[in-house]
């Protein structure tokens, strides 16, 4: 099993940037995918970025060139910097451990708001 913990969310303006970071319960370093989604009040969940074992990345459109994902092995951590943040980034933001864009584990959330 594995239970990924976020952290990292938070308040910030516009145009501003935060680091959210995914720690999770066991070593990283064989599970295939973990990445990020998010979910805004009366939103579905959807795909933010994803990064394989082997380091391929992925990104939502929307976050294209202003988020980037990376994991560190031996810290048993995902990592997603957030750039150039707006206010329809706002949401709570999921890890997750799975294959590809298919989660087996979530996290508990961590929320973002950016305020305009």
């Known amino acids: 099993q594995v239970r990924p913990v976020e952290s990292g969310g938070g308040l910030v303006q516009a145009g501003g940037s935060l680091r959210l970071s995914c720690a999770a319960s066991?070593?990283?370093?064989?599970?295939?995918?973990m990445g990020w989604y998010r979910q805004a009040p009366r939103n579905e969940r959807e795909k933010v970025a994803s990064?394989?074992?082997?380091?391929?990345?992925n990104y939502a459109n929307s976050v294209k060139g202003r988020f980037t994902i990376s994991r560190d092995n031996a810290k048993n951590t995902v990592y997603l910097q957030m750039n150039s943040l707006k206010p329809e980034d706002t949401a709570v933001y999921y890890c997750?451990?799975?294959?590809?864009?298919?989660?087996?584990?979530w996290g508990q959330g961590t929320q973002v708001t950016v305020s305009s």
């Open positions: 990064i394989t074992s082997g380091g391929s990345t």
């Open positions: 066991r070593s990283i370093s064989s599970i295939n995918t």
């Open positions: 997750y451990a799975g294959v590809l864009w298919n989660p087996t584990y």
